[in-house]
Each structure stands twice: as structure tokens, then as C-alpha cells.
């Protein structure tokens, strides 16, 4: 039985963490704000994609998006 209770719980971490990749707004890209690229550009190690942030100067909120 305890078995179970760890696969569950595990599941559970799992969903939530994709669920909490997936509506967090740095990776969708926000439309509000003044966002101007910075000189960070990483590669993402969940896609080995070049990934740059960009920063809003009047709020310091920050998104990534690909590099083209």
C-alpha cells in the first residue's frame, strides 16, 4: 500500500509541475508591458534550444523566448 501512496503522490508532483510550466507567463509572453531582449541568452536544458530574456525596464518582469 505504501507503494501506492508514493506513485500517486509522484504523479501528482509530475502534473503539477507541467501544469505550472505551462501557464507560467514567462515562457507564453505576455502582450502587456515594454519588453526589450537583454543580453541573457542560455540554452533551455528541458528543449537544447537557445532561449533570450526579455525584460520590461519599468516593472523588471521578465520572459523567455526562443531564438530564432
Known amino acids: 500500500m505504501n507503494v501506492w501512496v508514493q506513485l500517486v503522490f509522484l504523479v501528482f508532483v509530475i502534473v503539477f ?18 519588453f526589450k531582449p537583454t543580453n541573457e541568452v542560455f540554452k533551455d536544458p528541458a528543449t537544447g534550444k537557445l532561449t533570450r530574456v ?15
Open 17 to 34: 509541475a507541467i501544469i505550472g510550466f505551462i501557464w507560467d507567463r514567462r515562457y507564453r509572453g505576455e502582450k502587456d508591458g515594454n
Open 54 to 68: 526579455y525584460e520590461d525596464p519599468a516593472t523588471g518582469q521578465r520572459q523567455y523566448k526562443d531564438e530564432l
